[in-house]
């Protein structure tokens, strides 16, 4: 069996970084000695995946200069370009030529985690009868409320004593984004919502650390915690 191909999610401004990402994109703001994006590609390479899209549009050509076709890294990128952000489902539609039928795995560029992906490449092998599946962490300090709860292995809205958070980690369908127009912007949420509410999207507690390098305060932490995990 071979390993799904892989989406790094990477066109987003960073607008909580500015004035970093002002003339750098977020991905390519370094922590633990490499630009976010890389610590994102080589967890994907680590884990048997070789083939990946990246999207990009802010300063994307910055991205693609740096990383090329992924040579250097053991993987075959290829690009979704977006002359404006499409948001996340927009984002994952508009390249759904290059993905391919088959599930494949989803990760936002500017989270660090422990989460093994090994395990969604084996998931991805028999993975009938769903539309996703959520990698949920503990709820970060910013984001106290969470996202979703997880009851029997399902995805469930968020209830208060058990909610968690998206870690940025999924494995997707192409089923999912059906419907959803090329080049077009569209959330991912009210996508999810309407799954789940069709028991269609399975989660798991990833327990480990994890952090959204969305601010220079969690920037630093990450930093921290990617040194921690290269060691």
């Known amino acids: 069996m071979s390993a799904p191909m892989a989406m790094v999610l990477a066109a987003g401004r960073g607008r909580r970084l500015l004035p970093i990402t002002a003339t750098l994109p977020k991905p390519l703001v370094e922590v633990a000695g490499r630009p976010l994006i890389e610590h994102a590609l080589l967890r994907l390479q680590r884990a048997g995946i070789s083939r990946c899209v990246i999207n990009i549009s802010h300063l994307g050509e910055m991205i693609e200069a740096r990383l ?94 058990e909610s968690l958070t998206y870690t940025g980690c999924a494995l997707f369908t192409p089923q999912l984004f059906a419907g959803l127009p090329s080049g077009g912007s569209a959330a991912l949420r009210p996508l999810l919502d309407r799954a789940i509410a069709k028991d269609l999207i399975s989660a798991e507690h990833h327990d480990g650390a994890w952090i959204d390098a969305g601010d220079p305060a969690r920037l630093a932490a990450a930093e921290q915690l990617a040194k921690e995990f290269s060691r």
């Open 68 to 161: 090329g076709d992924g040579t250097r890294l053991g993987m075959q990128i290829s690009y979704s370009r977006e002359e404006q952000p499409l948001e996340v489902a927009g984002g994952i539609a508009t390249a759904l030529p290059l993905l391919g039928d088959k599930p494949f795995v989803v990760l936002n560029s500017d989270i660090v985690s422990g989460y093994p992906i090994e395990r969604l490449v084996e998931l991805a092998g028999n993975f009938a009868g769903r539309l996703g599946h959520l990698i949920l962490g503990a709820n970060p300090a910013h984001h106290p409320a969470g996202d979703f709860s997880i009851v029997s292995g399902l995805a469930r809205p968020a209830a208060e004593s």
